[in-house]
């Protein structure tokens, strides 16, 4: 029986990288968790632990740092493609190359009524993330968020499922629903490649989409939550090949109160954080170019 290696890469994950602006008095902020992979021709590394090919992952890590100063982040995408771009083009033994990317939100101080110019809170409503890779023959871009907590009081309905002689749970047509959202979408090629394009700006498109959708569908299923929130996407984008999008189900369930003699008119609940339903769903276009199989898990597509 022979035994051969398979798909391998290697990298450093999750550098810690702050990058702020400090040409003016009032400062701008970008904190990162940067992750690089590499592949090529490093059989020897593993046969025979031969390294000559090889660029350390130190190295990896000293290029981010430098190219947040030397290039700047404009956005998590464009800092991502500059980085993968880079290893494929200027390391000769790399073919391939992948960053991921997640950015942690921060919020300006208010001191006295007034945004305050150097000085910030950490905040946000969700991490930002973006995985990119770049190879002889193609570029791909996919940018995301996670955990994103949404809620809504109303508007959701769970009824005529399937059931057996083990379902108790009860029909509603008026119920909580609320998730944590995990959602990624990929531009592959010359949407990816565009020099022009405001990562930044498409980021918030894409959010406001999907927290519209999820606000004023009127619900029978969080399935269906999902397809109109990805459809939305993709029909406002047509750059966007894909999407995909998972999402717990966090439930909400009508405390019984009437033991205590009080009526519950779903306004009192028990937020149950597990065991939860989880739902996911990937969007495409029937036109749309694949992702490539090579890089599918790796971009969190597989």
Not at 202 to 211: E, H, P, R
Request: charged fraction near 25%; aromatic fraction near 8%.
């Amino acid at each position: 029986m022979a035994i051969i290696l398979g798909d391998n890469q290697y990298g450093k994950a999750e550098s810690r990288l702050v990058r702020i602006v400090r040409d003016s008095p009032r400062h701008e902020i970008r904190d990162l968790n940067v992750t690089t992979a590499l592949r090529g021709p490093f059989e020897a590394a593993h046969l025979a632990g031969d390294q000559s090919a090889v660029l350390p992952t130190d190295t990896q890590k000293n290029t981010a740092f430098a190219f947040a100063k030397s290039h700047g982040v404009q956005s998590v995408e464009g800092f991502g493609l500059d980085l993968a771009r880079h290893f494929v083009a200027d390391v000769g033994p790399v073919v391939g190359a992948r960053v991921e990317i997640e950015e942690f939100a921060w919020a300006r101080a208010v001191v006295d009524g007034a945004e305050h110019d150097h000085t910030w809170l950490r905040t946000g409503q969700e991490v930002r993330t973006a995985a990119v890779t770049v190879d002889a023959d193609d570029e791909h871009v996919v940018a995301g968020l996670k955990e994103l907590v949404l809620l809504k009081s109303t508007g959701s309905e769970f009824a005529g499922f399937l059931t057996d002689e083990f379902t108790t749970l009860p029909e509603t047509h008026d119920r909580v629903m609320a998730t944590a959202l995990d959602a990624k979408w990929r531009l592959s090629g010359a949407a990816a490649a565009d020099p022009d394009r405001d990562w930044d700006a498409l980021y918030a498109s894409v959010k406001t989409l999907m927290v519209r959708e999820f606000a004023t569908l009127q619900s029978l299923a969080l399935q269906q939550t999902l397809w109109h929130m990805g459809k939305a996407v993709l029909e406002a984008h047509p750059d966007i090949a894909e999407i995909r999008l998972k999402a717990p189900n966090k439930h909400h369930f009508a405390y019984d109160l009437d033991r205590f003699g009080l009526s519950n008119d779903n306004e009192v609940f028990w937020a149950a954080d597990r065991p939860y339903g989880l739902i996911e769903a990937t969007l495409t276009r029937d036109d749309a170019a694949p992702a490539g199989d090579a890089w599918r898990a790796s971009a969190g597509l597989a």
